[in-house]
Structure formats: C-alpha cells, structure tokens
C-alpha cells in the first residue's frame, strides 16, 4: 500500500521568507512525486513532479522540491514566499507501472504568507 | 481545449435520492478518475478507468457507481445519497506516458441533508 504524509496541519511564513512544505511517502520501488496547490474554491493546480534523474526538481510559481531517496521525503521548498502563494498544497505519490496512474494523496497544508 | 470540465458546481440532495455528477474532458486523456475532498483527509480515490469500458475501484467506492462509454465522459452516480457523501467532488485526467501529471475539474460541492 502506499501512503503519503504532510505533517504541519498550517504553515505560517513571513512574506519574503523562505516557504518549505514537508512531505514523506510510504511506497515499494521508486514512485512518481507530485506537488498540487490549491486556491480557495477551486480545482488542483499541477505544480511540479519528479519522475528521474536530478533530486532537485523546479516547478511553476518559483517553487522548487528535493527528493531524498534515503528519508524517502519530497519536500516542497520556495526562496521567498509571496501572500499569493497563501494556499492548500497536497503531496502525492504514484508507484512505477505501465497504465498504473493511480495517485495517493497527503492530507494537506495549509500555507499562511503574512504580509 | 476546455479541459476537464464538471456538471453541476453546487448540488443539494435529501438522504436517499439519487443523482449524476457530470465529467469531461477534451484532451482525449485514455486515464480518469473520481476523487473525493474532505477537511483534513486530503484527497481519497473513489473509482478510476483506463479507457473506455474499463472501470476500477478506488479507495472509497462504497455508494457510488462509474461507467466509461467513451474516452471524454466519465460519470458518477451516487445511488443513494447519505449524508456521509457530502462532500467536495474532483474529476482527473491524464494522458499515457511515463508519469503523467493528473488535470483536475472545478469540483462540485454536494450536501446530503
């Protein structure tokens, strides 16, 4: 079975700060890693995903994530934090497979940019 | 391309009563799935299909059946409704390939009273 976790209900940054969102997976063999945003009231936003090769991953909005493979984490990382990026952000995992499209989900953060 | 796209944004049923959230996608995306959002339990599986004709079960199907005639709709039906289905519903979709990203629909917001 996989299984993802997000273990910060909300996180709460400065404007300008640097943003990091935490995420683990539980999944045999090598998955796919995505990141999703979500803005009040709207639909999943892809923002950035690893599937091989460099750790470091960029994405949409200046958002970047590292994939350790040792703690089995993809954490969500961004320099400097805007209010506009004050969304719901999810973590998901889908193991390696031809046609295996399936897609678990963390829980959820909530990120809070205070002006 | 319209992308994915989700009838009706708001529903409000009585416990018992039955219905049928629209989905479609214009991308001709052969993988599309039905999720499910509430408070503090992310996002759960409900049903799946990887073509047309070919349907699966998620993580939480219970209540709600899935069929997929043609590659652009992917309807569900929830048989009777209970309040324990309110709730934010999702459509996915994505294309074949090496891991693919899912494109999700507005969402509709059910309420079972």
């Known amino acids: 079975a996989q299984s993802v976790a997000q273990p910060e209900d909300q996180v709460n940054v400065a404007e300008g700060n640097p943003l990091t969102v935490k995420c683990t997976y539980s999944?045999?063999?090598?998955?796919?890693l995505f990141w999703y945003v979500q803005y009040p009231n709207r639909g999943l936003q892809f923002l950035l995903k690893?599937?091989?090769?460099?750790?470091l991953v960029k994405g949409s909005y200046g958002f970047e994530a590292e994939f350790n493979k040792s703690q089995t984490s993809f954490h969500l990382k961004k320099p400097s934090a805007l209010v506009s990026d004050s969304a719901l952000y999810f973590c998901a995992v889908r193991p390696r497979g031809r046609g295996n499209n399936r897609l678990a989900f963390g829980k959820g953060n909530q990120v809070v940019v205070i002006p | 391309n319209a992308g994915v796209t989700q009838t009706p944004k708001f529903q409000v049923l009585k416990t018992g009563q039955s219905m049928t959230l629209q989905c479609a996608q214009d991308?001709?995306?052969?993988?599309m799935s039905w999720y499910r959002q509430d408070p503090g339990m992310g996002l759960r599986l409900i049903h799946y299909s990887v073509g047309a004709g070919i349907t699966d079960q998620g993580e939480v199907p219970n209540g709600y059946n899935v069929s997929r005639s043609t590659t652009e709709d992917f309807p569900l039906r929830l048989l009777s409704a209970a309040p324990s289905q309110t709730s934010v519903y999702f459509c996915?979709?994505?294309?074949?390939?090496?891991?693919?990203?899912?494109?999700f629909g507005p969402g509709t917001r059910l309420t079972v009273t």
């Open positions: 996915a979709s994505s294309p074949p390939g090496t891991g693919p990203e899912q494109y």
């Open positions: 690893y599937i091989t090769g460099d750790n």
């Open positions: 999944v045999s063999g090598n998955p796919y």
């Open positions: 991308m001709n995306h052969e993988y």
